[in-house]
């Protein structure tokens, strides 16, 4: 028995089977006055007659045992039909491409991250609704109309298929299922890789306020005075000598103090006062 692995959902991937319905790497353009961006078209509701109409349900589903044997698919010949997780939780897809019946051999598996909806073609053979957790409720948009919309092919012993979402990765496989995540080695080292960016940026955005800060502190406590003119001092002929004494208060602010000593033992004039 074929054991099916499990690949990364991915709009290239998935494309021939149908559409991957996600915000990520999609175009868009803005609406209501600039605050809402619309993600226009992501997938087309596909309909066989002119009086079929497009309908949206909500489909709460049951998780199957796993491992699970893969013994059948089904398609729908008249109508798309889409899923989008309301949950946010990840579910598996298996499909096949179009054609009378499905070949074993071309079947294959996908898992969306809980972001990602899918929109199977018409004509598209799948299984049905494969979610993980024990229930999920998915957003779905299909056709009604007259006509039977569902075709469902059995597979012969030989060709039934082992769908595994918890075995570990053999050394031939891409790509591996891990019970609730998937993920490759790019998308690791992405997350690790986006992570230090977004730290360096914090850091250095730091840093950067707190230079700004220093070199307004410091431009605030620089004294622009000439030393040699900022003290008064009195004149030689005065009958008391001045002196002018440097004293460090706070680095880089200095104040200078004016020291008078009266001459010949006279008393110092008025406005000086002794020297320590």
Known sequence: MRKL????????????????????????????????RRYHKLATVETAQPEDQA????????ALEMPLTVRMLERHPLGSQAFVPLLGHPFLIVVAPLGDAPESELVRAFRSNGRQGIN???????????????????????????????????????EQLLLDPTNKRSPGDRHTGTGKEVHTVEAHLTEWLNLG???IHMITGIAWIGASF??????????RSNP??????????????????WRSTSWPRRRCRTTCTGSNGRPTPPGCRASP
């Open 120 to 158: 199977y073609h018409r004509g598209v053979w799948h299984h049905p609704v494969l979610t993980i957790e024990k229930r999920d409720d998915f957003l779905v948009v299909d056709r009604s109309g007259s006509g039977n919309n569902c075709d469902e092919h059995f597979f012969t012993e030989a």
């Open 55 to 62: 309908i949206i349900s909500i489909f709460s589903a049951e």
């Open 214 to 223: 220093y070199f307004v502190w410091l431009e605030n406590n620089l004294n």
């Open 197 to 199: 960016i977004r730290w």
């Open 5 to 36: 692995i499990i690949e990364p959902l991915s709009k290239e991937a998935f494309a021939p089977f149908g559409d991957v319905i996600e915000t990520e790497g999609s175009e868009f353009f803005m609406i209501n006055n600039g605050s809402t």
């Open 228 to 245: 040699a003119t900022a003290c008064p001092a009195t004149s030689g002929r005065s009958t008391a000598a001045a002196s002018t004494t």
